[in-house]
């Protein structure tokens, strides 16, 4: 792929995941999709960064307590 081209992949998420990165994400004034790349961005720079992942549980399911 090259430099600057994006590909896009379709996505599923939970409603109660999508209205949260979608609070974060209007808190961070990004559309949704900016912020699911930055947040992706983020754990491979870590992971690059140290050799590990951001989370020891990262293949669990994620509980949410959102109201």
Sequence with gaps: ????KKKQVPLRLSEKLYNA??????DDFRSVNGQIE???????RQRKKN???VSETLD????LDIE
């Design 1 to 4: 792929m090259a430099e600057g």
């Design 60 to 63: 669990e399911p994620p509980e």
């Design 38 to 44: 930055y947040l992706l961005t983020e754990c491979v």
């Design 21 to 26: 990165i979608a609070a974060w994400a209007e």
């Design 51 to 53: 050799g590990k992942y």
